[in-house]
């Protein structure tokens, strides 16, 4: 299983970014899929998802209306658009594998992060 996350960068505020995340080794659209981010000495920070066929996305409040979350099932990737950025979304961006259990919702694989910087 492989996910490698791309798009990050430096970006001032109210700019945008688009972070795709590449997998490989498993059947993607056999998955539900997730974008988390993370600050250095913070918890993680659950942002998007979207269901295996991208039907049904869900966003985190603070970034309703700015971040759109697609998916891409012959290319086997995944996609944050990100509008209107400000300073406080700067953090790591990892895109995960979701699944569902007994009611609560897991992320198993990760991809190594990219890095915002909205400055």
């Known amino acids: 299983v492989q996910l490698v996350e791309s798009g990050g960068g430096l970006v001032q505020p109210g700019g945008s970014l688009r972070l795709s995340c590449a997998t490989s080794?498993?059947?993607?659209?056999?998955?539900?899929m997730g974008w988390i981010r993370q600050n250095p000495g913070k918890a993680p920070e659950w942002v998007s998802d979207?269901?295996?066929?991208?039907?049904?996305?869900n966003y985190a409040d603070s970034v309703k209306g700015r971040f759109t979350v697609s998916r891409d099932n012959a290319e086997n990737t995944l996609y944050l658009q990100m509008n209107s950025l400000k300073t406080e979304d700067t953090a790591v961006y990892y895109c995960?594998?979701?699944?569902?259990?007994?009611?609560?919702?897991?992320?198993?694989?990760w991809g190594q992060g990219t890095q915002v910087t909205v400055s």
């Open positions: 995960a594998t979701e699944s569902t259990y007994g009611g609560s919702v897991y992320y198993n694989d």
């Open positions: 979207i269901s295996w066929d991208g039907y049904i996305t």
């Open positions: 080794g498993f059947t993607f659209d056999d998955y539900a």
